[in-house]
């Protein structure tokens, strides 16, 4: 009998001691570098006609979004779709790891003076150049801002 005591007491102290009251931290905010967006996704698409070649972006233009997918799954390669409260857009950039960078949620400022609007398969991106082409390396941690 004092040995089914003895173990009922282990078990309590043992299970009691594993359960944790405590206030976890909050994840922090996360604030843009103070820019603030003067065009939405909306405006953006009603620069271009599908089909036709890339329209440039007018220059000073402010895209403010939040990141919607990345690379994490592994479906999509060197891409980010981005939303704001009119919709959303596919943004290349080459840049292997986007999700390190950019988690989905992750409000962004993207600077769009050297990208065009065009299209692929009837769907709006983002891209270098009015052919469709990938921002460089490079130029992605400039042109894409995140906190």
């Known amino acids: 009998m004092n040995k089914l005591f003895l173990l009922l007491g282990f078990f309590a102290l043992f299970f009691g001691s594993a359960c944790v009251f405590e206030d976890f931290d909050e994840p922090p905010i996360r604030v843009l570098p103070g820019l603030e967006g003067n ?12 089909g036709t070649d890339g329209d440039a972006i007018p220059a000073g233009s402010i895209l403010v979004a939040n990141v919607i997918a990345n690379d994490e799954g592994g479906n999509i390669f060197k891409e980010l779709f981005v ?33 065009f609007v065009t299209d692929f398969a009837g769907k709006y991106q983002l891209a270098a150049n009015a052919d469709g082409e990938r921002v460089p390396e490079g130029s992605v941690e400039r042109t894409v801002l995140a906190n």
């Open 39 to 50: 065009i939405t996704i909306q405006e953006l698409k009603d620069l271009h006609v599908l």
């Open 83 to 115: 939303e704001d409260e009119t919709g959303g857009i596919l943004l290349r950039l080459d840049l292997d790891g986007l999700s390190a960078l950019y988690p989905v949620g992750t409000p962004v400022a993207i600077r769009l003076d050297e990208l």
